[in-house]
């Protein structure tokens, strides 16, 4: 977005990598904040690397997907790291043997079974301790600290963590009328019968807040900025529809009335039926945002840049009707964008936020983009079908852009490589020479070599993994989300590879790249 002097925010000419913090290999059968996470920053580092992307850190539900999470506002406590809270003296080393080691996919179930009762062990620990001990009292202090600098959210997404554990789900529609519908009684009942599960509660979120905090720093040290990531929409099942009924269309029984989605694409024939609700856009503008502005701020304390996954809702969104079974007999509705970011921009300042702009983009969306002067997205995978998709193709690019090889819904480069038909092989070939069946690399040198201001490289292709590694199928409910990066992978000769191509293309452009770029014009 715009600095006080009407120009676009610098979000400085470099390069990255795409890795979720649950697939590094971490003790405990699941990616946390811990060593290996520190370890990744030094493989960075070494590589030349300066932009560390992220997927959504909220608690996950069902299917835990980081884009259906239970707070837009907490940290996912399953990323807490249990060696570090051993180092804080929150629990015994002992109590943390035997649990999954580093290696294979996340088993979510086991964590949740074998992981999470640690956590809150440990949480019980610092509370017990936490204001006597003195090895423990300046964390005591922050911890305080802490909860009020965060009230605005933290009370009230302990109590729904709670309640979501006291009824076995999330889906707080199906609580007892007066808990879901807020009778101030029926929760100071709850506050009075559970204040030490909700003080547990908050302590986890300290100590993810904690850990991240240190984790950013470290990354700061190095030159690496973090990209996160905000979903536009929020999940039914979270805290934040359940504390904030009034700004979604519910109707009287605080059930969606419409549901966001997309329109039959790419991805599904018949469209995807997300079923988040949508918000009560007039409400939020009578309140000046207030929600957003919130949720922003919130998002400015954890990232370095900001990343909004579909973004082209915030101009428009596609409303399905709750009743209904797919995403086809949806409409688009106008969403008020361009007054929710001069809003944002009032309360906060310049914010360095990236469009995710890619699907149906009309020249309206585009519009609204280039007035907030956001960089957008373009994906090399796309480029290569037909010419409508050809804006995806590196000598498209223009400077606000932020360039990716593929995303964590795209198939690996190779497995992408894998499907394509000759006449799509032809075109790659055209553009970046004979792939030999290795596509990846000179993938990632178009993207590096473009005149895109970020680069960023999903971790399965820098070690040319398969489709065996894909992160998310969309309008696949099973299966995603649990791929982890095999231990021992950060061999020095990747980062070497990779900090070679950036002394190369640490340009505006790789001339290698424009050569090939005038080939394809004229074989295409």
Known sequence: MRNGDNTVMDFQRSSGVLLHIISLPSNGGIGDLGPAAYEFIEFLAAAKQHVWQVLPLSPTGYGNSPYA????????????????????????????????????????????????????????????RGAHDPELSSQWKRFEDFCSAESNWLTDYAMYAELRRRFNTGAWTE??????????????????????????????????????????????QHGIRILGDVAIFVNMDSAD???????????????????????????????????????RWEVLAERGFDWWIDRIRRSRELYDLIRLDHFRGFEAYWSIPAEEETAINGEWVKAPGLELFRALEAALGPLPLVA????????????????????????LQFGFGDKGAHMHLPHQFVP?????????????????????????????????????????????????????????????????FGPEARMNTPAVPDGNWSWRVPQGCWKPQVAAKLAAL???????????????????????
């Open 400 to 464: 606000g852009t932020v360039a990716y090889t593929g995303t964590h819904d795209n198939d690996t480069t190779p497995g992408w490589w894998a499907t394509l038909g000759k006449r799509e092989r032809t075109a790659v070939e055209a553009l970046l020479g004979p792939m030999n069946d290795r596509p990846t690399w000179p993938l990632i040198r178009a993207a590096a070599g473009s005149v895109a201001e970020i680069a960023i490289v999903p971790i399965q292709d820098l070690f040319e």
């Open 69 to 128: 999470g239970s707070s837009a506002f907490a940290g996912n406590p399953y990323l807490i790291s249990l060696e570090y809270l051993v180092d804080w003296g929150w629990i015994d080393r002992g109590r943390i043997e035997g649990l999954a080691g580093r290696s294979g996919n996340v088993d979510f179930g086991q964590v949740e079974q074998r992981k999470l009762p640690l956590l809150y062990e440990a949480a019980g620990n610092f509370l017990d």
């Open 175 to 220: 609580w007892p009328e007066a808990i879901r519908r807020r009778d101030p009684k029926a929760l100071a009942k709850v506050t009075a019968e559970a204040g030490r599960k909700l003080a547990q509660e908050q302590a986890l979120q300290f100590a993810f807040a904690t850990q991240w905090t240190n984790l950013r720093t470290a990354a700061a």
């Open 241 to 279: 529809v359940w504390t904030h009924p009034d700004i979604f269309e519910l109707d009287e029984d605080l059930k969606p009335i419409n549901i966001a989605g997309v329109p039959p694409d790419y991805f599904s024939p018949t469209g995807q039926r997300w079923g988040n609700p949508l918000y």
């Open 356 to 379: 995710e702009d890619l699907g149906l983009i009309t020249p309206e969306v585009e519009a609204l983009r280039l007035e907030l002067a956001m960089p957008g997205m373009r994906v």
């Open 502 to 524: 950036v002394d190369v293309t640490d340009r505006d452009n790789d001339p290698l790249f424009v050569e090939k770029t005038e080939e394809y014009a004229t074989k295409v």
